[in-house]
């Protein structure tokens, strides 16, 4: 089965140090979305991109967080600096929108971000 | 902004037990999909729901889109020990490039 590679599983790093996730989303996929877990909040919504451009960054926190996709095989989400309150687990996704649109997407299976 | 409310929060049962699960929204979506989430790892897509008063079946699982879309449910029959985790509810937005926002889950126990 197809699925989205998500690097590193689980990240520890003392604050103010930069951190960078990657995701490999499913080969053909044009559609990418990075999420962002905690107990207290669910599933937030940090940012998407549709044929490596980017959608909708609303929900990051735009003085720290950047996120890119350098390449239709690599989509990046980077912490500059990183603070204990960005501790979670982040989920890439990533599916195929058409003029149909598209309806579900694969999920990898997270990095586990703590920030002493 | 789109919210996503799921309700019960938490829901604990045994197992052969009939359970529902309920999202629900003031927005109105194009899709609405299901999603079950076990520990450690990232959510998995049961279904999608696309028209209003759309009803599909999975197996012991029946999911209803609501006929203004805007709501939908997940029933299961008899559940089962294997049915446990976390059940997520996420609303595609049209009118805003497909954007996929979730609703908090359903934390679901089917105790033997």
């Known amino acids: 089965d197809a699925r989205v590679t998500q690097t590193p599983r689980d990240k520890v790093t003392e604050m103010g140090q930069e951190v960078t996730m990657r995701c490999q989303p499913i080969l053909g996929h044009n559609t990418v979305f990075w999420y962002r877990q905690t107990m207290m909040q669910g599933l937030e919504l940090l940012a998407y991109f549709r044929n490596r451009a980017p959608l909708d960054d609303s929900g990051m926190p735009k003085d720290r967080f950047s996120a890119e996709m350098p390449d239709a095989t690599l989509a990046t989400l980077k912490i500059q600096p990183s603070e204990p309150r960005d501790s979670a687990v982040y989920f890439c996704?990533?599916?195929?929108?058409?003029?149909?649109?598209?309806?579900?997407?694969?999920f990898g299976s997270g990095t586990r971000l703590t920030v002493v | 902004t789109q919210l996503l409310e799921q309700s019960p929060q938490f829901l604990s049962i045994q197992e052969g037990e009939n359970l529902t699960v309920y999202c629900n929204s003031s927005s109105v979506f194009s899709s609405l999909q299901w999603y079950r989430q076990e520990p450690g790892e990232g959510p998995v897509l049961l279904v999608t729901v696309v028209t209003g008063g759309e009803v599909k079946k999975l197996k012991r699982l029946t999911f209803q889109f609501g006929d203004a879309r805007k709501d939908s449910s997940l029933h299961i029959t008899a559940a089962q020990p294997g049915d446990t985790g976390l059940y997520l509810c996420a609303g595609e937005s049209k009118t805003s490039y497909d954007k996929v926002i979730f609703g908090p889950g359903t934390s679901l126990s089917v105790i033997p």
């Open positions: 996704a990533s599916g195929f929108v058409g003029d149909r649109g598209r309806h579900g997407y694969t």
